[in-house]
T-cell receptor, first 108, second 113 residues
Framework: EAQVTQNPRYLITVTGKKLTVTCSQN?????MSWYRQDPGLGLRQIYY???????DKGDVPEGYKVSRKEKRNFPLILESPSPNQTSLYFC???????FGQGTRLTVV | AQSVAQPEDQVNVAEGNPLTVKCTYS??????LFWYVQYPNRGLQFLLK??????LVKGSYGFEAEFNKSQTSFHLKKPSALVSDSALYFC???????????FGKGTRLHILP
């Protein structure tokens, strides 16, 4: 079954504690992307990747890092999370036709 | 700069009536347009897209959307609404394959039994 898998689905963490949200797709897609969803703001793109070792900033990249060492995986890294990064995060692949189930992150 | 607007935060429609969720866009080239639906506690699901060709695009769950270049609109429609259509709907646009996708702020659709 074609899918995009994010982990974890829910995460509560403390300010400053580094965390990684994983994203994996099984469709051999080149394009992958991360979004955050906030009430009244819709989805805003954080980073995207056109292929392995190729990443670019989206609209709200500050405070985030990504890597694309292999085609199937596109992890989102928060080196020093802050409360304003509390949000619902989505990974997507292949021109955004496939989205993961989302990761609800709370930073306290 | 690219942008997409969904002018209604919420739309209420009686079950069985036709529904329309509005979307307008602003791009400097030819747009790729998308609609997605988000059910509670779920991810986004792709409904349909317009890239080129016929202005009327048919998608999943009986939805369709009409591309209107002169009005820069891409409204989502369904002839007869179901209570199960109640969800959050997002319109999105990109200019070419390598560009990022810009999402609207979403429209919450309530279908009243």
């Amino acid at each position: 079954e074609a899918q995009v898998t994010q982990n974890p689905r829910y995460l509560i963490t403390v300010t400053g504690k580094k965390l990684t949200v994983t994203c994996s797709q099984n469709m051999n897609h080149e394009y992958m992307s991360w979004y955050r969803q906030d009430p009244g703001l819709g989805l805003r793109q954080i980073y995207y990747s056109m292929n392995v070792e190729v990443t670019d900033k989206g609209d709200v990249p500050e405070g985030y890092k990504v890597s694309r060492k292999e085609k199937r995986n596109f992890p989102l890294i928060l080196e020093s999370p802050s409360p304003n990064q509390t949000s619902l995060y989505f990974c997507a692949s292949m021109s955004e036709a496939f989205f993961g189930q989302g990761t609800r992150l709370t930073v306290v | 700069a690219q942008s997409v607007a969904q002018p209604e935060d919420q739309v209420n429609v009686a079950e069985g009536n036709p529904l329309t969720v509005k979307c307008t866009y602003s791009v400097s080239g030819n747009p790729y347009l998308f609609w997605y639906v988000q059910y509670p506690n779920r991810g986004l699901q792709f409904l349909l897209k317009y890239i080129t060709g016929d202005n009327l695009v048919k998608g999943s769950y009986g939805f369709e959307a009409e591309f209107n270049k002169s009005q820069t609109s891409f409204h989502l429609k369904k002839p007869s609404a179901l209570v199960s259509d109640s969800a959050l709907y997002f319109c999105a646009v990109r200019v070419n394959r390598d560009d990022k996708i810009i999402f609207g702020k979403g429209t919450r659709l309530h279908i009243l039994p």
